[in-house]
């Protein structure tokens, strides 16, 4: 690969999301390394020789990846699927990665008391544009993504005003009848006199690690990608699932078949007598009570830093996608 194009990933070039992939990739044990200095648009990834990393903003790297010009990227789902018509047929959505949480909602003011969802949005459209002859303004800079939650709920007379600045202060300014815009905690909405529909969530967004499917993929870019989200998927793995040691005092018993699988478990080992087990974080107590109610005397509960696997969902995914 070093005689040809190398291989590209794309991050935010500043602000929380920067911070945030860095802490990600570090996570896994992957090491961005920013040329020199917080303005160098070009970098590496630590152990990675023909990978370079592009700093961009995030509307770029959704550019990018759109195009092929970068293999893979870090970018908030909404913003994807708000720029690319047919995201799910032009990347491949890869990973979660537990930040930049924000939800893309429909907000009309408090007081329509009688608009809770949005059929009755339809109804108040109809009325609106009967009694004062225009259709209902909705200000939003989500065009593609509004369009096309109306357009499947059959709300259809409204015309979009893009908002270029606070977009949830366009009602109260007389811009708008009611917005389309992303919010964390809702704060900012209630602060404005506007409420989310009850049905009125369009996308619970968070950052994704997405693959590009119109890039060159030869078998030197697979060979990288395949090593690096092997990584991801460790790290990935073991972050949700814990280690659980239960020491029985006759010797670590036989298991019948399927006996784990209730609570998504599985035997990693046996040891001087304890029986080694992974499990989903969230089903650990229930697993622990199963095993002293099979007779066992205790059992230790400890994180992972990675678990390995040879089978790497992640890349498994891409191979797919790309065929």
């Known amino acids: 690969m070093s005689a040809g194009k190398p291989f590209v990933l794309a991050v935010p070039s500043k602000g929380r999301l920067q911070e945030n992939a860095f ?3 570090a996570r896994a044990g992957l090491k961005l390394v920013q040329g020199g200095g917080s ?3 070009r970098g590496r990834l630590a152990g990675f020789a023909d990978l370079e990393v592009a700093f961009l903003p995030v509307s770029e790297i959704v550019a990018h990846v759109a195009d092929g ?4 990227g870090v970018a908030g789902e909404d913003v994807l699927r708000e720029a690319i018509p047919d995201a799910d047929g032009s990347v491949a959505f890869l990973s979660k990665l537990g930040f930049g949480h924000a939800d893309v909602v429909v907000a009309v003011p408090r007081a329509w008391i009688d608009v809770r969802t949005v059929a009755d949005l339809e109804d108040v459209a109809a009325t609106f544009h009967a009694r004062r002859g225009r259709r209902m303004r909705v200000a939003t800079k989500y065009v593609n993504l509004t369009r096309r939650f109306f357009a499947e709920r059959g709300v259809v007379d409204y015309r979009i005003v893009e908002s270029l600045g606070a977009t949830e202060g366009a009602p109260a300014a007389g811009g708008a009848e009611l917005i389309v815009d992303i919010t964390t905690t809702g704060a900012t909405l209630a602060a404005n006199a506007l409420k ?7 996308l619970r967004s968070e950052a994704n690690l997405v ?6 993929w030869g078998d030197a870019h697979r060979a990288t990608a395949r090593a690096l989200l092997g990584r991801i998927a460790a790290e990935e793995r073991a ?8 020491t029985f005092a006759a010797g670590a018993p036989a298991l019948e078949p399927g006996a784990l699988e209730p609570f998504g478990g599985s035997v990693f080992g046996r040891e001087d007598g304890r029986l080694v087990l992974h499990c989903p ?3 650990v107590p229930d697993l622990a009570d199963w095993l002293i109610g099979q007779g066992a005397d205790a059992v230790a509960v400890a ?5 390995f696997a040879a089978r790497n969902p992640l890349f498994e995914a891409l191979s797919l996608r790309l065929g």
């Not at 010009?69 to 893979?72: E, P, T, W």
């Not at 693959?211 to 060159?216: I, R």
């Not at 994180?303 to 678990?307: A, G, I, K, T």
């Open 39 to 41: 303005r160098d648009y």
């Open 196 to 202: 989310v529909l009850d049905d009125g969530t369009m």
């Open 211 to 216: 693959a590009s499917l119109s890039a060159d």
């Open 281 to 283: 974080k969230a089903r």
């Open 239 to 246: 972050r949700t699932t814990r280690e659980l040691r239960a």
């Open 303 to 307: 994180p992972l830093d990675y678990v």
């Open 23 to 25: 802490a990600f990739f």
């Open 69 to 72: 010009s970068a293999h893979l």
